[in-house]
């Protein structure tokens, strides 16, 4: 048998795997594999696919997939770089225009779009103000369709003449929806849809002209990824590219928190399938030694047996990987079926790219797990046909923990997974290990003390552990290791989720109100709060624009296409206040008083813009207000939460900063459902006020949880089943050395049900330490992650207390069970062996 051809020993490998198919460790290391590779397939075909999904659905705040904005066109060959890469393609122009009757004049926002607008989402519309809504096409030539607001400002009815420049064009509809128009709150007045080829007639758009121009696209994520990168480079200065996670932080930040969990949910499911495929594939080495130590005499080498049991491993690996991915790819097509209600549109398919990588993710777990037990079989000295005690030379720690180490930084690196995230669960699971593993094996040598006054039973059971304390000590990790991954998943779930919840009250602000004029600030204050129930504070507001930072021009100081590049291009909305908002948080600094006031202004930053722009405290910033210069000083940096939909600002200065500038207020209320009546009447009793309303984006967010909240509750299967399988493989692990112990007690005349009361006082005890070592690792990594990873307040958990009670009757009757082959053991098998 030496030398044997690779074809044979392929061949041979075949062979005895078929043969040895229904062994025990080989079941269950399928299994796990399966498990591991469906639990991945799945949520990565589910991610991929929902985050498609709500990517469609949220680019519908853009009405495209990309927009290329400008206060200019776009050049020809920007359009042709589009049109020849076959995306889909619509142009809209946006300015301001004074909408006039024959009797009163009104300031609009109007919106000049082609036919082929909007390519993401629907435009709706109603026959009458505050009518049925329809969605269908915008206006044909020569019509317009307005907001019921512009009607109530000028008086007007469904069929009258609006001029628009030198353009007379008729009212058919009435404007109700239109997707991309929840973007700049603080540019929008009534609006006003024109169709584009309207727009020359109207004279407006001259050189010089204030106008955004929008080139909207859409199409596969491939090629406008290709046309993003070719369009780049010839981006003018006054040119953006745009996408929903650039244009909208709500929906961004929603999806990046949902992208967030799930790949959390999937590494737990896959750490448990490899805790499975270790502790199956250790038995199935241990199992084989003799196996290998004859074949060792017979001629073959250390390199072929290795590769022998190899091929046999990597043949029931990509078997079983195959088989998980169909069942990965069926599970997430039932859950979309389950969400059928909730996606109102069809779900984006996601091709063979989730599947391969659960293949590739489920043989990398294998050989990172597997490898280390696999190695002993190469090194079985032929000595052991003889002397069953010769073992092989054990591996090195380090390649045991290595190999290990770097299959789980290859599925990290799969999963994208956010690094402090990724080191606050690993890192918080390693330490409670370490630490409840010593102190484990401590406890169980005290409990020797314990065993003189208990039961048969119980002493049999304790006897078992205390024999093999640290094999026990392990024992307790693994089965920790299920309860702790379950309950931090539905933890995170049950939290995150109300969390995202309360961000979005049932009376978050949904309409926003600007353009409030200084003598009207009292009696708008006062009808708002007698018509709402919930009403922020009016700020003030000024208009200014940040031109220089300690002296120097601050074009120069900024990269291109960052927040800050984006902030000093335009005006931004600077406002004032003694109190800092309740929804902000200093993170530098103080806040004003009389101590800290200086020679200059005192200016409070919001962290994420300060960090764009490089600047810190006391730094000197430079204003230009309504053709002023203005200079402050930095004196606090804030962290904001920009999703509760009240005002907030990236500049808040200290009172009597902006002493005689033009300024007008801002606020935000939310106005229960039916009282569209008072909402006329609050914008004809003031007409100036710019009135904006939100639900749509507060609708779209809350669609997003909801999903996400299903998907979680769905992930948590996988979650589960991964765990029951390192539980099986677990009891299998140890199967041998039960089988032995309960022939010999048999054999000394102990009845079945005195073995299965001591068998269910060892895994119950073994239980109660696992859910002890889950709640304590779930309390620890649950705070590592809410300070680090998701950056909220955390508390402690009591419910998590009854994990000891769970472990011990989930374990105690699984352990009965899994070794159930142990109790009916036939002595005489243990004479035959002797």
């Given at each position: 048998?030496?030398?044997?051809?690779?074809?044979?020993?392929?061949?041979?490998?075949?062979?005895?795997?078929?043969?040895?198919?229904?062994?025990?460790?080989?079941?269950?290391?399928?299994?796990?594999?399966?498990?591991?590779?469906?639990s991945?397939?799945?949520?990565?075909?589910?991610?991929?696919?929902?985050?498609?999904?709500?990517?469609?659905r949220?680019?519908?705040?853009?009405?495209?997939?990309?927009?290329?904005?400008?206060?200019?066109?776009?050049?020809?060959?920007?359009?042709?770089?589009?049109?020849a890469?076959?995306?889909?393609?619509?142009?809209?122009?946006?300015?301001?225009?004074?909408?006039?009757?024959?009797?009163?004049?009104?300031?609009?926002?109007?919106?000049?779009?082609?036919?082929?607008?909007?390519?993401r989402?629907?435009?709706?519309?109603?026959?009458?103000?505050?009518?049925?809504?329809?969605?269908g096409?915008?206006?044909?030539?020569?019509?317009?369709?307005?907001?019921?607001?512009?009607f109530?400002?000028?008086?007007?009815?469904?069929?009258?003449?609006?001029?628009?420049g030198?353009?007379?064009?008729?009212?058919?509809?009435?404007?109700?929806?239109?997707?991309?128009?929840?973007?700049?709150?603080?540019?929008?007045?009534?609006?006003?849809l024109?169709?584009?080829?309207?727009?020359?007639?109207?004279g407006?758009?001259?050189?010089?002209?204030?106008?955004?121009?929008?080139?909207?696209?859409?199409?596969?994520?491939?090629?406008?990824?290709?046309?993003?990168?070719?369009?780049?480079?010839?981006?003018?200065?006054?040119?953006?590219l745009?996408?929903v996670?650039?244009?909208?932080?709500?929906?961004?930040?929603?999806?990046?928190?949902?992208?967030?969990?799930l790949?959390?949910?999937?590494?737990?499911?896959?750490?448990?399938?490899?805790?499975?495929?270790?502790?199956s594939?250790s038995?199935?080495?241990?199992?084989?030694?003799?196996?290998?130590?004859?074949?060792?005499?017979?001629?073959?080498?250390?390199?072929?047996?290795?590769?022998?049991?190899?091929?046999?491993?990597?043949?029931?690996?990509?078997?079983?990987?195959?088989?998980?991915?169909?069942?990965?790819?069926?599970?997430?097509q039932?859950?979309f079926?389950?969400?059928?209600?909730?996606?109102?549109?069809?779900?984006?398919?996601?091709?063979?790219?989730?599947?391969?990588?659960?293949?590739?993710?489920?043989?990398?777990?294998?050989?990172?797990?597997?490898?280390?037990?696999?190695?002993?079989?190469?090194?079985?000295?032929?000595l052991?046909?003889?002397?069953?005690?010769?073992?092989?030379?054990?591996?090195?720690?380090?390649?045991?923990?290595?190999?290990?180490?770097?299959?789980?930084g290859?599925?990290?690196?799969?999963?994208s997974?956010?690094?402090?995230l990724?080191?606050?669960?690993?890192?918080?699971?390693?330490?409670?290990?370490?630490?409840?593993?010593?102190?484990?094996?401590?406890?169980?040598?005290?409990?020797?003390?314990?065993?003189?006054?208990?039961?048969?039973?119980?002493?049999?059971?304790?006897?078992?552990?205390?024999?093999?304390?640290?094999?026990?000590?392990?024992?307790?990790?693994?089965?920790?290791?299920?309860?702790?991954?379950?309950?931090?998943?539905?933890?995170?779930?049950?939290?995150?989720?109300?969390?995202?919840?309360?961000?979005?009250?049932?009376?978050?602000?949904?309409?926003?109100?600007?353009?409030?004029?200084?003598?009207?600030?009292?009696?708008?204050?006062?009808r708002?709060?007698?018509?709402?129930?919930?009403?922020?504070?009016?700020?003030?507001?000024?208009?200014?624009?940040?031109?220089?930072?300690?002296?120097?021009?601050?074009?120069?100081?900024?990269?291109?296409?960052?927040?800050?590049?984006?902030?000093?291009?335009?005006?931004?909305?600077?406002?004032?206040?003694?109190?800092?908002?309740?929804?902000?948080?200093?993170?530098?600094?103080?806040w004003?008083?009389?101590?800290?006031?200086?020679?200059?202004?005192?200016?409070?930053v919001?962290?994420?813009?300060?960090?764009?722009?490089?600047v810190?405290?006391?730094?000197?910033?430079?204003?230009?207000?309504?053709?002023?210069?203005?200079?402050?000083?930095?004196?606090?940096?804030?962290?904001v939460?920009?999703?509760?939909?009240?005002?907030n600002?990236y500049?808040?200065?200290?009172?009597?900063?902006?002493?005689?500038?033009?300024?007008?207020?801002?606020?935000?209320?939310?106005?229960?459902?039916?009282?569209?009546?008072?909402?006329?009447?609050?914008?004809?009793?003031?007409?100036?006020?710019?009135?904006l309303?939100?639900?749509?984006?507060?609708?779209?967010?809350?669609?997003?949880?909801?999903?996400?909240?299903?998907?979680?509750?769905?992930v948590?299967?996988?979650?589960?089943?991964?765990?029951?399988?390192?539980?099986?493989?677990?009891?299998?692990?140890?199967?041998?050395?039960?089988?032995r112990?309960?022939?010999?007690?048999?054999?000394?005349?102990?009845?079945?049900?005195?073995?299965?009361?001591?068998?269910?006082?060892?895994?119950?005890?073994?239980?109660?330490?696992?859910?002890?070592?889950?709640?304590?690792?779930?309390e620890?990594?649950?705070?590592?992650?809410y300070?680090?990873?998701?950056?909220?307040?955390?508390?402690?958990?009591?419910w998590?207390?009854?994990?000891?009670?769970?472990?011990?009757?989930?374990?105690?009757?699984?352990?009965?069970?899994?070794?159930?082959?142990a109790?009916?053991?036939?002595?005489?098998?243990?004479?035959?062996e002797?």
């Amino acid at each position: 048998m030496t030398g044997m051809p690779l074809t044979r020993l392929f061949t041979f490998a075949i062979r005895q795997l078929r043969r040895e198919a229904h062994a025990g460790e080989l079941r269950v290391l399928f299994f796990a594999l399966v498990i591991a590779v469906a639990s991945s397939c799945a949520i990565g075909y589910f991610g991929a696919r929902l985050n498609a999904t709500m990517q469609l659905r949220a680019s519908e705040f853009l009405a495209a997939d990309m927009v290329l904005s400008g206060s200019a066109p776009a050049s020809a060959e920007q359009i042709a770089e589009g049109t020849a890469r076959g995306l889909a393609h619509a142009r809209l122009v946006e300015f301001s225009s004074v909408i006039a009757t024959d009797a009163q004049l009104q300031l609009s926002s109007v919106k000049a779009a082609d036919s082929a607008y909007p390519l993401r989402g629907q435009l709706r519309s109603a026959p009458a103000p505050y009518g049925a809504e329809e969605t269908g096409p915008g206006p044909a030539l020569g019509e317009a369709w307005a907001e019921a607001r512009l009607f109530a400002a000028l008086d007007l009815q469904v069929g009258d003449f609006i001029e628009v420049g030198e353009q007379s064009l008729r009212l058919t509809r009435v404007l109700t929806y239109e997707p991309d128009r929840g973007g700049d709150f603080y540019s929008l007045t009534p609006r006003v849809l024109m169709h584009y080829d309207d727009l020359e007639a109207t004279g407006i758009v001259q050189p010089g002209s204030r106008v955004r121009f929008r080139e909207l696209w859409s199409g596969a994520p491939g090629e406008l990824s290709a046309y993003r990168q070719a369009v780049s480079p010839l981006l003018a200065v006054h040119q953006r590219l745009e996408t929903v996670q650039d244009d909208n932080r709500q929906i961004g930040g929603a999806l990046e928190r949902a992208e967030r969990y799930l790949n959390l949910a999937s590494l737990a499911a896959i750490l448990l399938a490899g805790v499975a495929v270790a502790l199956s594939a250790s038995r199935f080495a241990s199992r084989r030694l003799d196996a290998s130590a004859l074949l060792r005499c017979l001629g073959l080498s250390r390199r072929e047996a290795l590769l022998l049991y190899g091929t046999q491993l990597a043949l029931l690996g990509l078997v079983a990987s195959i088989i998980g991915a169909l069942l990965g790819w069926f599970a997430q097509q039932g859950l979309f079926f389950l969400l059928r209600d909730l996606l109102a549109r069809e779900v984006p398919q996601a091709g063979l790219a989730p599947a391969l990588t659960g293949i590739a993710t489920g043989m990398v777990a294998l050989a990172g797990f597997a490898l280390p037990p696999l190695a002993a079989l190469g090194r079985v000295p032929p000595l052991r046909v003889l002397r069953r005690d010769a073992l092989p030379v054990p591996l090195g720690s380090w390649v045991v923990y290595g190999t290990a180490i770097v299959a789980l930084g290859l599925i990290m690196w799969r999963l994208s997974l956010d690094l402090r995230l990724t080191l606050a669960l690993l890192g918080g699971g390693a330490l409670v290990a370490l630490l409840l593993g010593g102190l484990l094996v401590l406890c169980l040598k005290r409990l020797r003390r314990l065993l003189g006054n208990a039961s048969l039973p119980w002493r049999l059971g304790l006897g078992q552990l205390l024999r093999y304390p640290v094999g026990a000590a392990g024992q307790v990790l693994a089965f920790g290791l299920i309860l702790l991954a379950m309950a931090l998943v539905a933890l995170l779930r049950g939290e995150l989720m109300d969390t995202w919840r309360d961000q979005l009250p049932d009376d978050a602000p949904n309409h926003f109100a600007l353009n409030i004029m200084p003598d009207q600030h009292e009696a708008f204050r006062a009808r708002v709060e007698a018509m709402s129930d919930f009403a922020a504070p009016l700020y003030p507001i000024v208009q200014g624009r940040l031109v220089a930072i300690n002296d120097q021009p601050v074009r120069q100081l900024v990269s291109k296409e960052s927040q800050g590049e984006r902030a000093v291009r335009r005006d931004l909305s600077l406002t004032w206040a003694s109190e800092m908002p309740e929804d902000n948080r200093l993170l530098a600094g103080q806040w004003w008083d009389d101590a800290s006031r200086g020679p200059l202004p005192g200016v409070s930053v919001e962290s994420e813009l300060a960090e764009s722009l490089g600047v810190g405290l006391g730094d000197r910033l430079t204003f230009d207000i309504a053709g002023q210069a203005r200079e402050t000083q930095v004196l606090s940096l804030r962290e904001v939460d920009w999703n509760t939909f009240r005002p907030n600002f990236y500049m808040i200065f200290e009172p009597d900063a902006l002493d005689g500038m033009p300024v007008t207020y801002l606020t935000s209320f939310h106005l229960a459902p039916g009282q569209e009546a008072e909402l006329v009447r609050l914008a004809r009793d003031f007409p100036a006020v710019t009135l904006l309303q939100v639900d749509a984006l507060l609708a779209q967010i809350r669609d997003i949880v909801a999903q996400v909240s299903l998907a979680v509750e769905y992930v948590l299967l996988f979650v589960l089943a991964a765990g029951f399988a390192v539980l099986f493989a677990g009891m299998q692990s140890t199967l041998d050395q039960r089988i032995r112990q309960g022939a010999l007690l048999r054999a000394l005349g102990a009845k079945k049900s005195l073995l299965q009361r001591a068998r269910l006082a060892e895994f119950a005890l073994i239980g109660a330490f696992s859910g002890l070592l889950a709640a304590l690792g779930c309390e620890l990594i649950s705070a590592l992650l809410y300070r680090y990873a998701f950056d909220l307040a955390w508390q402690p958990h009591p419910w998590l207390l009854v994990l000891p009670l769970v472990g011990a009757v989930l374990i105690g009757a699984a352990g009965v069970l899994g070794t159930g082959k142990a109790l009916r053991a036939s002595p005489l098998m243990l004479l035959r062996e002797g």
